[in-house]
């Protein structure tokens, strides 16, 4: 069962790092397994067998989410629009008591944590507000080998890090659209340059992240409390 469990949430992952305004950080985090993934990727050869049993089911998971459910989840939004989108902000919401928890498990709650919170919500909004006026702003090399692995790096900060959308990175790069019909035909002559650069960047992002954590625990999590908040506007479905 916990096989299963993992590739649902692999699937929901994969699913975020597809459609525009959601985080497949955020979801991570809802989940509860984000620490748990940053430790196991980073400290992949300290246990194999351990982190490999983690691991495998929700990377399993992230690749149907991302090729085979793509499509499905873009006609979810579009014939079940409002309940699909409420649903993810049942989850977000549903998430925030034990994030707030954990955010306060070490050293207790400060009033001047919450400027971290302001700070990163705002940041959210304003990458909102870009997204809806760069739908029509494309690069001409967006095909260019180098350009695509530059992509799949600033790709990677949206996957890693909790309330920033990759797809809106990729919409900033004029990148989005040529992504998308590369997982759709799986076209590997995008996809390899894309998934080198997304190595990357993901693991120095994650290497950012866990030095965040050790140093700067608490703050660090309502950074990502406010993130997650600013997750919330763009999924409220305009009725």
């Known amino acids: 069962m916990t096989f299963l469990y993992n590739i649902l949430i692999g699937i929901l992952i994969g699913a975020g790092a597809i459609l525009p305004g959601i985080s497949s950080g955020v979801l991570c985090v809802i989940f509860g397994i984000y620490d748990k993934l940053i430790d196991s990727i980073l400290g992949f050869f300290k246990n194999i067998k351990e982190n490999f049993k983690f691991l495998f089911p929700i ?12 499509n499905i989840l873009k006609t979810l939004f579009l014939l079940y629009d409002v309940q699909i989108k409420f649903a993810f902000i049942g989850l977000i919401l549903g998430g925030l008591p034990s994030l707030i928890k954990i955010a306060n498990s070490k050293k207790g709650f400060r009033l001047h944590y919450l400027l971290y919170t302001i700070i990163s919500f705002t940041i959210s909004i304003f990458l909102i507000l870009l997204e809806k006026n ?76 866990q030095y965040a954590f050790k140093h700067y625990f608490n703050k660090t999590h309502y950074i990502i409390i406010g993130f997650v908040l600013g997750s919330l506007p763009i999924l409220y479905p305009r009725l």
Do not use: R, W
Not at 59 to 70: A, E, H, K, R, T
Not at 154 to 161: D, F, K, L, T
């Open 59 to 70: 990377c399993v998971g992230v690749g149907l989410g991302v090729v085979l459910f793509g």
């Open 134 to 209: 760069i739908n029509t702003y494309h690069l001409i090399n967006s095909q260019n080998i180098l350009f695509l692995i530059f992509s799949g790096f600033i790709m990677s900060a949206g996957v890693v890090i909790p309330g920033i959308s990759s797809t809106v990175l990729l919409m900033l790069l004029g990148t989005y659209e040529v992504y998308l019909d590369a997982v759709s035909s799986i076209n590997i002559a995008v996809l390899f340059p894309m998934g080198i650069g997304l190595v990357i960047g993901g693991l120095a992002f994650l290497k950012f992240i």
